[in-house]
C-alpha cells in the first residue's frame, strides 16, 4: 500500500507540472495582455495606449520570450516563490493565504450537510419505498435538482435577509472565522451550494439502497433473524455506500474546482473561486496559474482518497 | 385674541427666534463623529494597487484619495477647491512657469514635514524615471523640436516648487492639481528596483501618508473589503474636526443585485442603483436617491478605413445613419431616462460645451428617416427592392449591409444594438451584430497595419492601415474630462492613438493643436476653438456620441452634507450620519 501511495504522489507531481506547463503556455500565447483592461482608461487620459502597453509588461517581465518567462518561473517555483499577483498588488501566496479559509469553510459545511441530510433522506426514502415519504422525498430532490444554486442564493437574501431581516444579505469578514457568528452567516451559503448536492444524494442513495435490498445477501440477513436495523445499516448500505463514495468525492472536486464561484459571487464570500476568476478576467497570470496548480493537486488528493477510502469500504480491494 | 395682536405675536416670536438662531452659541452644533460609512460596488470596480504610481486603473486613485489629498479637487461647477495648496498655482504670463506653494502644516507619517522637495522628487526620481515607466507619463511630457521631453520641476523653498515647460499647454494645469507626493525618505531606499518598489510594504499598505487625508489605511482583503479608519490630524479638519465617519468601508459584491439588496436591507450606506430600480428606491423613506451627469458616454465608430463599408468614408451617409438613430428613444426606453442625448467628446456638465453650435443629429428635428433617406440619395445611393422592403444599394447594385461589432454582458449595450439595427431598417440598411469579447474587439477589428508592411498592429497606423478582420460600426462606452476635453484628441486627431476608426482631418488636427498652444492660454479664446471644434466634429460625424449616462446614487437617509453634482464627492470628508 505505501508503495501505491508513493508512486501515485509520484504521477500526481508529474501530472501538476504538466498541467502546470500547458496553463503557462497558453495564457502567454493567447490573445490577451493585462494591458486589455485599462485601454479606455488610459485612452481618456489622452495617454499612448501602446507606449503603456509595453510599459506594464515590461515592469512584469511579460516582454521577455515565453521560454525565459517559464524557466525564470519554473526557477522561482522550484524556490518557494509563486510570483507577484499585479491585480491584487501582493505576492500570490498571500493572497491565497488569506482566501482559502473562506472557500474551505464553504466547501466543507456545505459537503457534511449534503451527505448527511441527503444520505440520510435517501435511506428513508428506500425503506420507505412507494409510501408518503418516499414521495415527499423524491419531490423535494427533484427540486433541489432543478433549483440552480445561485438563484436559491438570491431568493435567500431576498426573504431572510431583506425582508425578515434574520441574516445580513452579505458575508461579513469581521466576524471571527472561529466564532458563532461566522457559523451563523454562512447558513444561507450552505444552504444555498449544498442544497443541489444533497438533493443528488438523495436519488442515488435511494437507487443504490434499493439495488442491494433486492440481493439475496438481504433476504439471508433477515432469514437468519438479524434486526431490520442491523440488515440495514450494516449490510446494506455498506454495499450502497460504495458507488455513493465516487459521486461525493467526484463532486467534491467539481466544488473545488470552480462550483463554489457562483455561491461566492452570490454571497459576497472572498474565497479561492473569486479570486481565480478574477484572476481570469485581469489576466493576472502568476495567480491563474497558482490556482489551477492548487486545484489540480486536490483533485488528484481527492482521486487518491477515493481509492484508499475504496480499500477500507471494500476489503476485496486490494491495490498491491 | 385680535388678529392684529396675533400678528404680533407671530411676528416677535419669529424675530426672536431668528436672534437666537444667529447668536454664536446657538449656531447649528458640529457633526458628531460617529458610525462606520459603507460603500458598495461591484467586484469590477476594485482597485489593483494603492502603489498608485503603478495604477493603471481609475479605482487605485480613489482608494488612495481616501489617505493622500492632491494639489487640488474640484466642485460640482468646476471650481478649484484648494487641497494640499496654500493658494492657487501661478502660471506666468508666458503660459510656461507654474509656481505651486503647498500649505506648511502637511506631515508625513513619521512626523517630518510634507515639502516640495517630496514633490520634486517624486516627478523626477519617480514617474520621470525610466527603471519605473509611470502610465501617464505623456502628461508630463511635451514634443520640443520633435523630441518628446519631460517638464522640469524644480524646488524654490520648503514649500514652493516650480514646473517649468518649454511649450505652453493651457490644460497642463488641471494635471498638476492632481499631483500626489511619495514621501523621499522611504522612495529613496526602493530608487532604481521596481521589483522592491512594487512590493515596498509602506507604499502597498499606505503606511507614510500622516495628516495627507481624512483616513488611514487599515484593511484591504481583496475581492471583500478596503477599511479605511478615520484620521483625527487630517489637515482639513483641524477646525470642524472632520471626518465625522469612524470608518469609511467600501465593501466588494458579486453582483449588483445583492448590493442594492444590502442597501435596501440597511446593511451599507451608499451604492449605485441601476435605472430599473431607481423607482423602486425613490419610494423607500430610509433611502434618498440622487441623480447626476457623469463623463461616461457611448459612441457608434464609423469605420472610415479601407475595409469599411465605402459610404461611410463620405460625411453625408455618416449624418444620414446618425440622423436615423433615434437618441430620445434610447434615453427613454433603454435607460428609462437617466441619460441624455450626447452630439460631442464635451458633455453638457462641462465648462467648454456649447449648445448652440453641435449639430444635434438623432434629435428632433435632425431625427427623420425620410431625410435620412434623402440624404443617402443625395450621396448617390440609389434604393431598390428586396422582396417588398426598400433597401439602400451600394454602387454594385446589391444591398448594403452592416456589420456592427460590440461586447457582450451590458443589458443597454444589448439593447442599443438591436434598437440600431431596428433603427437602420428603416433606412434600408441591415445590420448584422456581432459579439465579440474585449480582447477580440481591440485586437482583430481595433488594432491595424498597412496590409503587406512590416509594421506592429497598433490602433492607429494611419491612413493606409486597416484590422485584421472587417467590420463597419461598432458601438463602445468611452469617458471624458470635462474639465480638459482635448484628451480626446487620441480618438480624434489624425495621429490620435486611439483613432481606430480612420478619421483623418486637418481642421480637427489644427484645432486640437491650437488649443494645447499659447492661442488656447485666454480661456475665452479656448472656449471659441472647443465651440469650433464641436462643430466641426459634429458635422463630420466620425461616430455618432449616442448617450451621455447619468448615475443613480442610492444613500441612506441619515447621510447629511451630500452636495449632488458631476464631482459629488468633492466634500466627502464633511459627510456625517445625522
Known sequence: M?????????????????ILTITFILLRVGPTSPVDRYILNIAAKGQDVESVRQAIEARYGLDKPIIEQYLLYMGNLLQGKWGWSFSASQPVMELIGSHWIYSFQLILLATIFA?????????????????????????????????????????????????????????????????????????????????????????????????????????????????????????????????????????????????????????????????????????????????????????????????????????????? | MSKDTLMKWIVTLVAVSMLLTAAPGCSAPAPKVAGNYIEGDVSGGEAETLNWILAADASSFGYVGYTLESLAGYDNKFNIVLRCLAKDIEVSPDGLVYTITIRPDLKWSDGSQVTSDDYVYTMNNLMFSSWLNYNYKDDWQEVVDGVKQYVVPAVVDNTTFTVTRKSVQPEFVYTLYDLMPYPKYIAVKYEGNVDAFTQAKEFNNLSYTGNLGPYTFKEWLKNDKFVLSRNPAFFLGKENGAPFFQEMVIKMFGTSAVMQAALEAGDITQCGIEPQNVAKFKKMERINVYTIPTRGYNIISYNQRDNGWEGLRKKEVRQAISMAIDKDTIVKKIYLGFAEPAYSFIPSSSPWYSDDTVLKLGVAPLNSKQQAIEMLKAAGYKYGKNGDRDVLLDKDGKPVKLLLVTTPGSDVVE?????????????????????????????QYMANKVPGSSQEARYNNGPGAVSEETWDLTLMGHSTDPLAPSGSRVFFASDG?????GFFNDKVDALFAKIRSKEGLDKEDRRTMYQELSR????????????????????????KGIEPGINMGYNYYLWHFE
Not at chain 1, 220 to 230: D, V
Not at chain 2, 425 to 439: L, M, P, R, S, T
Open chain 1, 115 to 320: 451527505i448527511i441530510l441527503g444520505v440520510g433522506l435517501g435511506i428513508l426514502s428506500a425503506v420507505n419505498q412507494n409510501t408518503k415519504i418516499d414521495y415527499a422525498t423524491s419531490i423535494f430532490s427533484f427540486i433541489g435538482i432543478s433549483i440552480p444554486g445561485f438563484w436559491l442564493g438570491l431568493m435567500l437574501i431576498l426573504v431572510f435577509a431583506v425582508y425578515l431581516g434574520v441574516f445580513k444579505t452579505f458575508y461579513d469578514t469581521s466576524y471571527p472565522i472561529w466564532s458563532l457568528e461566522n457559523l451563523r452567516q454562512l447558513i444561507m451559503p450552505v444552504l444555498a451550494l449544498g442544497t443541489g448536492e444533497l438533493a443528488g444524494y438523495v436519488r442515488y442513495t435511494r437507487s443504490a439502497m434499493l439495488d442491494n435490498l433486492r440481493k439475496e445477501f438481504v433476504t439471508t440477513a433477515r432469514a437468519k433473524g438479524l434486526s431490520e436495523r442491523t440488515v440495514i445499516g450494516k449490510h446494506v448500505l455498506r454495499n450502497a455506500v460504495l458507488p455513493l463514495v465516487t459521486i461525493i468525492m467526484f463532486d467534491l472536486g467539481s466544488i473545488v474546482f470552480g462550483g463554489a464561484y457562483l455561491t461566492e459571487i452570490v454571497f459576497g464570500i472572498p474565497g479561492l473561486g473569486q479570486v481565480s476568476f478574477n484572476a481570469i478576467f485581469a489576466n493576472d497570470y502568476a495567480v491563474v496559474i497558482a490556482v489551477t496548480l492548487i486545484g489540480t493537486f486536490m483533485v488528484l488528493f481527492i482521486n487518491l482518497a477515493t481509492d484508499l477510502i475504496y480499500t477500507y469500504l471494500d476489503p476485496r480491494i486490494r491495490y498491491d
Open chain 1, 2 to 18: 505505501r508503495s501505491y501511495i508513493i508512486k501515485r504522489l509520484l504521477y500526481s507531481v508529474i501530472i501538476a507540472w504538466g
Open chain 2, 415 to 443: 439593447s442599443m444594438s438591436l434598437l440600431i439595427k431596428q433603427e437602420l431598417a428603416a433606412i434600408g440598411i441591415d445590420v448584422e451584430v456581432k459579439w465579440v469579447q474585449w480582447a477580440t474587439l481591440i485586437r
Open chain 2, 536 to 559: 466641426v466634429i459634429s458635422e463630420e460625424q466620425p461616430v455618432d456620441f449616442i448617450t451621455y449616462s447619468r448615475g443613480n446614487n442610492g444613500f441612506q437617509s441619515n447621510v
Open chain 2, 497 to 501: 492613438g486611439l483613432n481606430s476608426f
